[in-house]
């Protein structure tokens, strides 16, 4: 959600100046949680589940960090596969093989954390892997 608030106002040598405030409002989407009776995920057509690498709460020389300077990991692990069927029904191979180490994009479009018990996935599309 974005507003923008516009004012004219005069100053005392007659310039008629445009003064503009904007607020703007940031939503962040919270990972979708998989109900406990569930043990396992499997994805569908061209998706890959990932397994979300560690945080990072030390530097390499033992600094501890807040957790406002921790950055959310891009890397992870292989999980599961989805069948490699494509929108036109066309099945495509997967380049990818479960428990390889990948590196995904932070800003992939089509992407879903998900939660099932204490670990963290994610859900992309292989597209969406930049490195392995």
């Known amino acids: 959600m974005q507003t923008a ?9 007659g310039v008629t ?3 503009s405030r904007r607020r703007c409002v940031t939503a962040r ?10 043990t396992k995920i499997e994805p569908k057509g061209d998706r890959v589940v990932v397994k979300v690498a560690e945080q990072e709460e030390k530097t390499r ?4 960090l807040p957790v406002s300077a921790q950055k959310r990991p ?9 069948d490699g069927r494509l929108a036109d029904n ?5 380049w990818l093989k479960e428990g390889q180490t990948v590196l995904y ?3 992939g479009f089509m992407y879903t954390d998900l939660k099932l ?3 963290e996935f994610i859900l992309i599309r292989e597209d969406d892997v930049i490195g392995k």
């Open 5 to 13: 608030l516009a004012f004219t106002s005069s100053n005392s040598f």
């Open 105 to 107: 994009s932070k800003f």
């Open 74 to 82: 891009t890397s992870g692990d292989v999980v599961s596969l989805g």
């Open 17 to 19: 100046q445009r003064v």
């Open 117 to 119: 018990g204490e670990q």
């Open 90 to 94: 066309e099945v495509r191979n997967f």
């Open 61 to 64: 020389g033992g600094i501890l």
């Open 29 to 38: 989407a919270e990972a979708t949680i998989i109900p406990a009776g569930f």
